[in-house]
């Protein structure tokens, strides 16, 4: 009985061309788009910073900051702007003009005397300017940092004379023997590009001898945009598929074939658990090509995760399929499962995460998210993609799932039996 | 084709009704293999069945009528144990009809056509009789026989939704006896279709009939009913209000009086005794109870009163008149 119910779905599925768009198309052309804007297709995480860099002082100092900020990573750097056929200069009203007109982020001024001032060690006199655009909040503070970092690196041993000149000028004096020491220990200047200047690089070391190590312990950075994507709108159109596909139930009592159905020797058990099973095998197929497409496209390391892929994906499918099954249950028509159903899964997505990384929310909205199905979906997909956790360490994810599943069926079950003997 | 049906019974004790050997057809229709007593059944206030008592014998055919909301839909979900009685009891060979085991003896064809649009005929079909426990080559001969019987055979592999409102009924009616039941309960069968749909339709529950299969045909098609159901069941506000032949129940209700009908070349001044007339005075009308002997005497009033016939007819009660004596002109919707 189960496999004839499970075939009525199969052929219907078979011949519904809107139906095969909206569950398997639908999913790859969404994920395609976020990995594509939000991904940076997964090969530079973090848009960098877009500056103009306005180098007034032609001093030896400022040209090694300026070629320290060009050197930056996370920065794209434009020092020259062509006007009519020719590459000009940026100056401090073309730098300021471009901030305004959106071209770049934020512009460096580097002021004429800055150099001079630097090497005389005196504490008044030009400053480095930033000019930034105040709707971004992010852009400021970070290049205020790097330009920090960069005087740092390409002049240490200026910025060591310059703290030496301020405690002379407030605490007095050094000795021969202390100026001696000084001598011996002060860095020499660093030649440009010597540090802080590639993504390989490990160990970076202060002018004062403090090191910062960093240092990737889980993931490929590249990818991981990519399977938090595929997995957000994996779990979501999951949701909206079985809950689209339950509705097959409302057609039925609609068209009356419930009601011939049950005249048959098929028990209203046999029949969600055939349309459960069905919902979970289309749920599988679902998800398997949206990830292999975004293995195929965009390089996510579908291979290397295989058995936790599947085990998470079966179990998401089993427990998406049996909450499609309650929705068409609880509903009274199509349209209000439409309704119902719109409303229910674009707040779960949203609070669960498929939307908006969870872990970038507030610790009060993380816990309320995983009130979510979605939440704990992700959370076993990101511990496969991100953390090649064991198939073990999926227990939490996977027995919140299955307890959600019988939860959903048992829900399911007792609303349909207003659909039996009356 | 009985084989067929006891082929699938389950209990340990294959239904007497279910063995043709060992009967004559005379005693075979004697049997009763559906009965219902004192069926009644309330929705709230609405009581939809009030004491319904119905017994479907072998190879019978009766025609269940009734205004809308009589109860008909109510008693034939009833029977397939789709709606539990407060009260009463209802048998299938005489095993209560609760349960799967006797269901598989009942064909149902419901008032919609529910089938699966998407899927084909053949497919339809495949998928109910597995449904109905049919497997293998049983299910292959079924599905034949069935897209035979109900002239489907050519159009099998399309899917439902590209045939017409006939070939659909067909199919409707198809789905439900591709199991080949003994009992099948019919609701509107032919609503909205075509004359050669509806002949079709009819041919197949004659030939069923043939085979010994007992239906239960609620229909509004009161002509059809006049002309198929050897036995006819009329239910009003849940309770049978009448149940026989045509003529039984033209004698319970109307009585045997026809209604003669006399159209005149000329007007009469005064109709002679005895007779009603129009308001023209070129009709007039009576109820005999003896026509052959009280006619030619009429006739001969009629023209020493002057009138000279020009057309004659004689009405038998029509179950039309029947059913509006007993459930009156007022609409029920």
């Known amino acids: ?422 | 084709m009985l084989s067929v049906a006891a082929r699938g019974w389950t209990d340990d004790a294959t239904p007497p009704a279910l063995q043709p050997d060992s009967r004559n057809l005379e005693q075979q229709a004697s049997v009763i293999v559906l009965s219902v007593r004192g069926a009644c059944k309330a929705f709230g206030f609405v009581t939809a069945l009030h004491g319904v008592s119905v017994d479907l014998r072998q190879g019978e055919l009766i025609g269940l009528l009734g205004p809308n909301g009589a109860g008909k839909t109510t008693l034939i979900r009833a029977i397939t144990g789709r709606v539990a009685l407060d009260a009463g009891r209802i048998e299938l060979f005489g095993h209560p009809v609760a349960g799967a085991g006797p269901r598989a003896h009942l064909g149902v064809v419901p008032q919609d056509v529910a089938v699966y649009p998407l899927l084909t005929a053949r497919e339809n079909l495949e998928v109910f009789g597995r449904l109905q426990g049919l497997a293998g080559a049983d299910l292959r001969r079924q599905v034949e026989w069935a897209l035979e019987r109900s002239g489907l055979t050519d159009r099998s592999r399309e899917p439902v939704q590209n045939l017409s409102g006939g070939m659909r009924r067909r199919l409707n009616l198809a789905c439900g006896v591709v199991h080949r039941p003994p009992v099948l309960l019919l609701d509107e069968p032919t609503a909205g279709v075509d004359p050669q749909s509806r002949e079709r339709i009819y041919e197949m529950l004659a030939a069923l009939r043939a085979e010994g299969t007992s239906i239960l045909l609620a229909t509004h098609q009161l002509e059809e009913a006049e002309a198929r159901c050897e036995r006819i069941v009329i239910l009003d506000h849940g309770q049978v209000v009448a149940s026989g032949s045509l003529e039984e129940l033209v004698d319970q209700t109307l009585g045997r009086r026809r209604l003669v009908t006399i159209t005149l070349a000329e007007p009469l001044a005064e109709p002679p005794p005895g007779l009603s007339a129009d308001p023209g005075h070129l009709t007039l009308r009576t109820q005999l109870r003896d026509v052959v002997a009280e006619l030619p005497p009429l006739l001969r009033r009629v023209e020493e009163g002057g009138g000279r016939v020009q057309d004659l007819e004689v009405r038998t009660p029509s179950l039309q008149s029947v059913f509006i004596h007993l459930t009156g002109r007022e609409l029920r919707e």
């Open chain 1, 1 to 422: 009985m189960i496999g004839t119910v499970l075939r009525i779905g199969w052929i219907n599925l078979k011949r519904d061309r809107a139906a095969q768009g909206l569950t398997f198309v639908l999913p790859i052309v969404f994920f395609s788009i976020f990995a594509l804007i939000l991904g940076n297709q997964g090969r530079r995480p973090t848009a960098r910073i877009r500056i103009a860099l306005a180098n007034e002082d032609d001093s030896d100092f400022s040209r090694r900051v300026s070629q320290a900020l060009q050197a930056q990573p996370a920065l794209r750097v434009r020092t020259s702007v062509k006007v009519g056929d020719r590459e000009t200069p940026i100056d401090r009203g073309r730098a300021e003009a471009m901030v305004r007109r959106g071209d770049v982020t934020a512009a460096v001024i580097l002021p004429s005397g800055l150099g001079e001032a630097v090497s005389r060690a005196e504490a008044e006199g030009p400053t480095i300017r930033l000019l930034s655009d105040a709707s971004d909040p992010i852009a400021g503070p970070v290049l205020q940092g790097l330009v920090q970092k960069a005087v740092m690196e390409a002049a240490p041993d200026l910025m060591v004379k310059r703290g030496l000149a301020q405690l002379e000028r407030y605490a007095g004096a050094l000795t021969a023997a202390q100026r001696s020491a000084i001598d011996r220990w002060r860095p020499a200047p660093a030649a440009p590009g010597a540090s802080g200047r590639g993504p390989d690089e490990r160990i970076e070391r202060s002018a004062f001898g403090i090191g910062i190590e960093s240092a990737a312990v889980f993931g490929n950075q590249a990818n991981s945009p990519i399977a938090f994507y595929a997995a957000g709108i994996g779990v979501m159109f999951l949701l909206f598929s079985c809950a689209g596909a339950g509705g097959s139930l409302l057609e039925e009592v609609e068209s009356g074939t419930l009601e011939r159905l049950l005249s048959c020797r098929l028990t209203m058990r046999g029949l969600l658990a055939g349309k459960w099973l069905f919902l979970t095998l289309m749920g599988v197929a679902q998800t398997a090509i949206m990830f292999t497409w975004g293995a195929l496209v965009f390089d996510l390391e579908l291979r290397k995760h295989i058995p936790g892929f599947l085990v998470m994906t079966v179990v998401t499918a089993g427990a998406a399929g049996a909450f499609g099954l309650t929705l068409a249950a609880a509903s009274r028509s199509r349209a209000q499962l439409s309704a119902i159903s719109t409303i229910l899964i674009l707040t779960m997505s949203a609070l669960g995460g498929s939307m908006f990384p969870r872990f970038l929310m507030g610790e009060t909205m993380q816990r309320i998210g995983l009130v979510t199905f979605n939440a704990w979906a992700l959370d076993g997909y990101l511990k496969v993609f991100w953390r090649n956790a064991a198939l073990w360490e999926l227990w939490p994810q996977l027995l919140v799932l299955a307890l959600l599943t019988a939860l959903f069926l048992g829900s399911a079950r007792l609303l349909a039996r207003r659909w039996e003997t009356i």
